[in-house]
């Protein structure tokens, strides 16, 4: 296994300030990769799926650019969804957020979500 360090390759890990109940990071920098963590809504919370996955995507976009990336450079996305939250509305906002021409693979899946009141939760895999 080829060790980073030795390779002149740093890891950058970007602390998740907010989260003082779990060992991880918001983001993760790694050659030319920016890996996130799964992102939920915070302000949309309770709101329907088109909101919430608006706000999602708001703050993945903040998040890569302070990664000196870009949602334009999203490689792959996955995509969390509860049993009540409504597919089209999480695609409706997903297809305004996505400029053509730079759409990632994605993955869309049900799961229950660690908060009864998000409906969606984001994990994208970016290049720099």
């Not at 509860?82 to 409706?92: H, W």
Request: include cysteine; aromatic fraction near 6%; charged fraction near 25%.
């Amino acid at each position: 296994m080829i060790n980073p360090i030795e390779n002149n390759m740093q890891i950058k890990r970007n602390k998740d300030d907010n989260r003082t109940d779990a060992k991880m990071s918001k983001s993760v920098q790694f050659s030319n990769l920016v890996f996130l963590s799964g992102q939920v809504a915070d302000k949309t919370r309770g709101k329907d799926t088109f909101e919430q996955t608006a706000e999602v995507l708001e703050i993945i976009e903040n998040i890569l650019n302070s990664s000196s990336s870009s949602k334009n450079n999203i490689l792959h996305a996955m995509v969390h969804l509860t049993k009540d939250a409504s597919f089209n509305g999480m695609n409706d906002a997903w297809n305004i957020f996505i400029d053509d021409g730079n759409e990632p693979s994605r993955t869309t899946v049900e799961a229950e979500l660690y908060a009864p009141d998000c409906l969606v939760e984001i994990t994208v895999i970016a290049t720099k």
